[in-house]
């Protein structure tokens, strides 16, 4: 197992370097995972779209995107947590959560990374006359722990934000507040009627916090009621398009 665990450290400094241009033979299904705590677990399907097997580790971590399945620590368990995937065959992960001495705050929600590691089979007895370099792929998505009975619709907490803009020098930025409990990304983001500037970045705004957006292309701060449009993500990963304006 150490010799495994030392292998999947060196393939997750290679995917650091290579995960731009690798493509995942192991599909998830989604683009996020929102875990309700009243049901105590979720699962998490798995596709392998490869014509060969492929060995696959996950776990979940708190937000360290070096983490490894021994370093992470969290209040989730991964079952399997290490499998063989067969080709073009599907795999269930079943998370559970186990609470610790510190149980996660039930008045908003909480967010960890969940990691899928995959580990391609070694090259079949051609090229073993040959040098060649083997890539592990790291998928890595956010994982939403929503308590219950949290107030308020996820669906509408977007609708929620309230945005003013704080002027430093030359740097304009535009400050969302978020008044929910929930977690709200920000993908894209313009204001005024014709986009006369725009997000430079995406951002994740923190329940009952605020997040400091920078954005380009502009060349004097916005006024008290000019426009905001943005388009966060929903619980299903699809764009919702949502519009504001700038208060006082």
Known sequence: MKCFSNAVCAALAALCLLSGSAQASVVIGGTRVVFPAQQGET????SNESDK???VEAWIDDGDAQSTPESARTPFLITPPLFRMEARKDQSLR????????????DRESVFWLNVLEIPPKPGAQYADRNYLQFAIRSRLKLFYRPANL???AVKAPDQLTFKVVA???SVRLVA???TPYYITIVKLSLGSVGQSELAAPGMVTPFGDLQLKLKDIAHAPTTGTSVVFTT???YGANDVHKGVVAQ
């Open 233 to 235: 993500i929903n619980d």
């Open 177 to 179: 507040h978020n008044p």
């Open 95 to 106: 998370i559970l959560y186990v609470q610790g001495k510190q149980p996660l705050p039930s």
């Open 168 to 170: 430093s020098g030359q």
């Open 53 to 55: 097997p492929a060995l």
């Open 43 to 46: 699962t998490v399907r798995l």
């Open 151 to 153: 107030r308020g619709d």
